[in-house]
């Protein structure tokens, strides 16, 4: 019987998915390990034993730094797995979150009519509606001239960037140290005292503003009639033509609702108090980017995009560490790069797994 219900977790699509994401982490992580005793074989195992710890070698505080962490990648990688569902790559997250980020900084420091709690929660709304408006004309190249989200969602996240410094420079600019000025008190989001229970001073309710919207995804996608419409549009557009569903449309909505997440995961990480501020500086914001392999590793899923933006969080966190063992810091970026790496055969690792699954059940027939 044990063996059994084994085989049929292997079967099923989260059993597949599980697996398929740990054999990425596995051969990535293995590869760090690698890495690390090249740079310095006397200190390799301690290295990689303070990246496996990741938050948890600093007890509550490295658990709150991990969420923290966790929460804009979380975001961009709800952003592009929800594209994913639908057909579409979405790689511009990057130039998304960089517009919501501005737009919520903007209005954090200028809208000074705005207090209490109304300003912050203005301040993500307009954030979802930059990033969601960055999304749009991808969405609309693609629905009206079949233009490839890729080619054109790449353009608009180098046209973001440079746009972004522009206003920043004209509107919110502190000349001295070259980034924006600090936000209003009133717009930092509120901490609701998890700073106190995790002895983290980053940490907000940004998280729970995550979780939540995985919660409304996970719903969106697969309990509603829309969601459906979307993922019948990404697997097959002659197919959905034919059910009578509007694919231009739901093409369109597809990638501003993905704007509109990475928007507001730009929003979470800068309204968030923790010191950090708009920089003037011709670098693509790189939560975009980890938010694909997020979502790579979560197989485009929002509960494993969840799991998955933690997991990246948590070997970031413990990567910083690194320094204690004379490694340079960029040595987690590789170990990370490494698993997204792997994370892209993640359909290898899925038929590997399917044939495996069908060996042992003819063996436990034959018995």
Avoid at 291 to 306: Q, R
């Amino acid at each position: 019987m044990k063996a059994k219900a084994k085989l049929n977790f292997i079967n099923s699509a989260w059993g597949v998915s599980f697996l398929s994401a740990v054999m990425a982490i596995a051969i990535g992580l293995l590869f760090g390990l690698v890495i690390l005793l090249i740079s310095n074989a006397s200190e390799a195992l301690s290295g990689f034993t303070a990246i496996i710890q990741g938050g948890f070698a600093d007890g509550a505080k490295g658990i709150g730094d991990v969420l923290y962490n966790a929460t804009p990648i979380i975001m961009t990688g709800l952003s592009v797995g929800f594209a994913f569902k639908t057909g579409l790559f979405n790689i511009g997250s990057s130039g998304q979150f960089t517009m919501g980020a501005f737009a919520a900084v903007y209005v954090g420091i200028k809208w000074t009519f705005l207090s209490g709690s109304s300003h912050w929660i203005v301040a993500l709304l307009a954030a979802c509606i930059a990033g969601a408006l960055w999304g749009l004309l991808p969405g609309i190249l693609k629905a009206v001239a079949n233009v490839h989200e890729v080619i054109s969602s790449i353009m608009m996240n180098y046209i973001g960037m440079y746009f972004v410094n522009m206003l920043i420079v004209s509107n919110i600019h502190d000349k001295i140290k070259n980034q924006s000025l600090p936000v209003l008190k009133s717009a930092i989001i509120p901490k609701a005292n998890l700073d106190r229970i995790f002895g983290s001073q980053n940490i907000n309710i940004g998280i729970l503003i995550a979780v939540l919207m995985v919660v409304i995804i996970y719903f969106l996608i697969n309990k509603t009639t829309f969601g459906y419409e979307l993922k019948a549009c990404g697997y097959s557009k002659d197919a959905s033509k034919y059910a009578g569903i509007n694919a231009k449309r739901n093409i369109i909505l597809s990638m501003v609702i993905a704007g509109a997440l990475s928007g507001l995961g730009g929003g979470l990480l800068y309204l968030a108090g923790s010191g950090k501020y708009l920089q003037v500086v011709d670098i693509l914001a790189p939560q975009g980017f980890n938010g694909i392999s997020v979502a790579l590793l979560g197989m485009s899923n929002p509960i494993g995009i969840l799991f998955a933006g933690l997991f990246i969080a948590h070997i970031t966190v413990g990567g910083v560490n690194l320094q204690l063992y004379s490694f340079a810091p960029e040595v987690i970026d590789i170990i990370i790069a490494a698993i997204i790496y792997c994370g892209a055969f993640a359909l290898l690792f899925k038929n590997i797994i399917f044939k495996f699954s069908k060996k042992k059940e003819k063996e436990d027939e034959s018995i």
